[in-house]
């Protein structure tokens, strides 16, 4: 290779195997989606850097270091590749001619690539995948709960229920965060010489709830004591919180409430949550979100919009089947198509050839997985066909054109028959219905 020809540094190429794991991840979680109604979406993978500022917030890690931005030459704005995936959906949601008078409460799914520049290890990438879901217009707490359900029907469906532990906690309203905010700032304060720099300059700068996020064990041991959101909360938003965990009870969803959880992004306010394992040490949360009612007024609209959604990283649950030995496995072709050389002229072969390329269409054509490899000897194109477990052969050369007859093998069994060719591949396909 030439120099400088190399994988970019925190990304990785999909190959079949590791692609497969994400497809089934993607496709399953779409299927649950897709049953609780939520439509399919897609978002640009590029947008204004003011979008994830005004979202995330301007003194967040996902700000300050972790985003791929540039500035457009064309207009000179600042445009960064998206690191997540609900700001630019309700970017959409706000300005789209096509929202505007839908119906009451707008479910809505999507997937795609995610930016970060962050320390690349173990099930995390600079570019990785994301799943996730999102619920506008409803502000009733069941909708926390059926969104959450979600996430663990996802989890179900892959194997890896047993795997996972929801960790919930409220962030409670706005009346509630002020006084919260004024008792950890003075607690935090009076303790700032055990806090790491990081944390120390979070308070500096008045974000303190961050600081309750932080993984560094000093920190920890400092947190560990501080003011709790829910110990202060209004009347109205312990009632509301009941009420999800009371919806979670009836689903018969464990859960454990978690007061130091509180989301790395800004615009989360009530309900947040994550499901985490223990089976990729550092990189733990494997889906994870919360309910986010005023971005849309952090975006510039006139009035809230109740809203809540999740995130999974398509990556890590892959990752995480993998650990557990739920790898899915490629379904095998149905038939693989035999091509006999060498039995005659090399007019002969290439009448056989052209006979099993057309055979292939037609199979394909009616919907049957087929595999024709276009090479090697009948000893070499069954080995394969039996290495990549299909279930039937057929056998096909110039003899067997001339004579209008192929011979379909069972790869299963060993049973061999002969049956008629034709160009529509008829009998064949009855012949492979009636023995499947």
Same mark, same amino acid.
């Given at each position: 290779?030439?120099a /400088?020809?190399?994988?970019?540094?925190g990304?990785?190429?999909?190959?079949?195997?590791?692609?497969?794991g994400?497809?089934h991840?993607?496709?399953?979680?779409?299927?649950?989606a897709?049953?609780?109604q939520y439509?399919?979406?897609?978002?640009p993978?590029?947008e204004t850097?003011?979008?994830f500022?005004?979202a995330?917030?301007?003194g967040?890690?996902?700000?300050?270091?972790e985003?791929f931005s540039?500035?457009? /030459?064309?207009?000179?704005?600042s445009?960064s590749l998206?690191?997540?995936?609900?700001?630019?959906?309700?970017?959409?949601?706000l300005?789209?001619?096509?929202?505007?008078g839908?119906?009451?409460?707008?479910?809505?799914?999507?997937h /795609?690539?995610?930016?970060r520049?962050?320390?690349?290890?173990?099930?995390?990438?600079r #570019?990785?995948?994301?799943f996730?879901?999102?619920?506008?217009?409803?502000?009733?707490?069941?909708t926390?709960?059926?969104?959450?359900s !979600?996430?663990? #029907?996802l989890?179900?469906?892959?194997?890896?229920a047993?795997?996972?532990e !929801?960790?919930i906690?409220?962030?409670?309203?706005?009346?509630?965060?002020v006084?919260?905010?004024?008792l950890?700032?003075?607690?935090?304060?009076s303790?700032?010489d055990?806090?790491?720099?990081t944390?120390?300059?979070r308070?500096a700068?008045?974000?303190?709830?961050?600081?309750?996020?932080?993984?560094?064990?000093?920190d920890g041991?400092v947190v560990?004591?501080?003011?709790?959101?829910?110990?202060?909360a209004?009347?109205?938003?312990?009632?509301?919180?009941?009420?999800?965990?009371?919806?979670?009870?009836?689903?018969?969803?464990?859960?454990t409430?978690?007061?130091?959880?509180?989301?790395?992004?800004?615009?989360?306010?009530?309900?947040? &949550?994550e499901?985490?394992?223990s089976r990729?040490?550092a #990189?733990?949360?494997?889906?994870?979100?919360?309910?986010?009612?005023?971005?849309?007024?952090?975006?510039?609209?006139?009035?809230?919009?109740?809203?809540?959604? &999740?995130a999974?990283?398509?990556?890590?649950?892959? !990752?995480?089947q993998?650990?557990c030995?739920?790898?899915?496995?490629?379904?095998?072709?149905?038939?693989?198509v035999?091509?006999v050389?060498?039995? /005659?002229?090399a007019?002969?072969?290439a009448?056989?050839r052209?006979?099993?390329?057309?055979?292939?269409?037609?199979?394909?054509?009616?919907?049957?997985?087929?595999?024709?490899?276009?090479t090697?000897?009948?000893?070499?194109q069954m080995?394969?066909a039996?290495?990549t477990?299909s279930?039937f052969?057929?056998?096909?050369?110039?003899t067997?054109?001339?004579?209008?007859?192929?011979?379909?093998k069972?790869m #299963?069994t060993?049973e061999q028959?002969?049956?008629?060719?034709?160009?529509?591949?008829?009998?064949?396909l009855?012949?492979?219905?009636g023995?499947?």
């Open positions: 290779m030439r /400088g020809v190399k994988l970019v540094r990304m990785r190429d999909r190959l079949a195997a590791t692609q497969h994400l497809s991840v993607v496709d399953t979680a779409a299927r649950v897709t049953h609780a439509v399919q979406v897609a978002t993978i590029i850097t003011a979008l500022t005004h995330i917030g301007e967040t890690d996902v700000v300050n270091k985003m540039f500035v457009d /030459g064309a207009r000179g704005e445009v998206r690191p997540e995936g609900t700001a630019g959906l309700l970017r959409a949601a300005t789209a001619k096509e929202f505007r839908s119906p009451l409460v707008q479910k809505f799914y999507y /795609g690539p995610m930016f520049r962050e320390r690349p290890q173990k099930g995390r990438y #570019q990785f995948e994301q996730g879901v999102e619920n506008l217009g409803c502000s009733h707490p069941h926390d709960v059926e969104v959450i !979600l996430g663990q #029907q989890l179900t469906e892959l194997g890896l047993e795997e996972a !929801l960790q906690n409220s962030l409670c309203d706005a009346e509630t965060r006084r919260h905010h004024t950890l700032t003075a607690f935090l304060q303790h700032a055990q806090l790491s720099t944390s120390q300059e308070l700068a008045g974000h303190v709830l961050r600081i309750l996020d932080s993984k560094d064990p000093g041991s560990e004591s501080a003011p709790r959101l829910l110990d202060v209004t009347e109205a938003a312990q009632t509301r919180f009941a009420e999800v965990l009371a919806g979670l009870d009836v689903l018969g969803i464990p859960y409430v978690n007061h130091r959880l509180v989301r790395g992004l800004d615009y989360y306010s009530s309900t947040v &949550w499901f985490t394992t990729l040490g #990189q733990g949360a494997i889906l994870a979100g919360g309910r986010y009612d005023g971005l849309a007024t952090q975006l510039g609209a006139s009035a809230e919009v109740p809203a809540i959604g &999740w999974a990283g398509v990556d890590r649950l892959a !990752l995480l993998a650990e030995g739920e790898v899915p496995t490629p379904e095998p072709p149905a038939v693989s035999v091509q050389r060498g039995r /005659g002229t007019e002969d072969d009448t056989a052209l006979a099993c390329l057309a055979l292939a269409n037609a199979l394909r054509s009616a919907g049957v997985s087929t595999n024709y490899i276009h090697g000897n009948v000893r070499k080995s394969f039996s290495d477990k279930h052969s057929i056998v096909i050369g110039a067997e054109v001339a004579a209008g007859e192929v011979v379909l069972n #299963q060993g028959s002969p049956v008629a060719y034709t160009a529509d591949a008829s009998a064949i009855a012949a492979i219905a023995d499947t």
